[in-house]
């Protein structure tokens, strides 16, 4: 079975791209989006068999609005254990790309 994990569009203490009514935010929201993804990789490594990163789009009263997801198979559970660590690690500011002293979802952890 498929689920996934949000993890926002930025990190959890820093400022980030807000929707508003003008529609001019999608081009910022989705390029910080990816830079927070790119972000994710570097502390937690790649993703394993079974897990993926992406950008999604998601409506909303005033417009539609983007985050970082981590897809993964639930009966996986070296997928399901990044997608976890995701949850609980993703970097909570800009500067925060120290990895991970063992990559996620290996089994070498």
Same mark, same amino acid.
């Given at each position: 079975?498929?689920?996934? %994990?949000?993890?926002?569009?930025?990190?959890?203490?820093?400022?980030?791209?807000? %929707?508003?009514?003008?529609?001019?935010?999608?081009?910022?929201?989705?390029?910080? #989006?990816?830079? !927070?993804?790119?972000?994710?990789?570097?502390?937690?490594?790649?993703?394993?068999?079974?897990?993926?990163?992406? %950008?999604?789009?998601?409506?909303?009263? !005033?417009?539609?609005?983007?985050? %970082?997801? #981590?897809?993964?198979?639930?009966?996986?559970?070296?997928?399901?254990?990044?997608?976890?660590?995701?949850?609980?690690?993703?970097?909570?500011?800009?500067?925060?790309?120290?990895?991970?002293?063992?990559?996620?979802?290996?089994?070498?952890?």
């Amino acid at each position: 079975m498929r689920d996934f %994990v949000s993890m926002g569009s930025a990190p959890c203490n820093e400022e980030c791209v807000q %929707v508003n009514t003008n529609g001019d935010y999608h081009a910022a929201m989705r390029a910080e #989006c990816l830079r !927070f993804l790119e972000l994710i990789r570097k502390k937690l490594g790649p993703e394993p068999p079974g897990a993926r990163l992406a %950008v999604r789009s998601n409506p909303h009263d !005033f417009g539609t609005y983007y985050d %970082v997801v #981590c897809n993964f198979d639930t009966e996986d559970e070296g997928a399901a254990k990044y997608a976890a660590t995701c949850d609980e690690e993703a970097p909570r500011t800009w500067g925060d790309d120290e990895p991970l002293p063992v990559p996620v979802g290996t089994g070498e952890e």
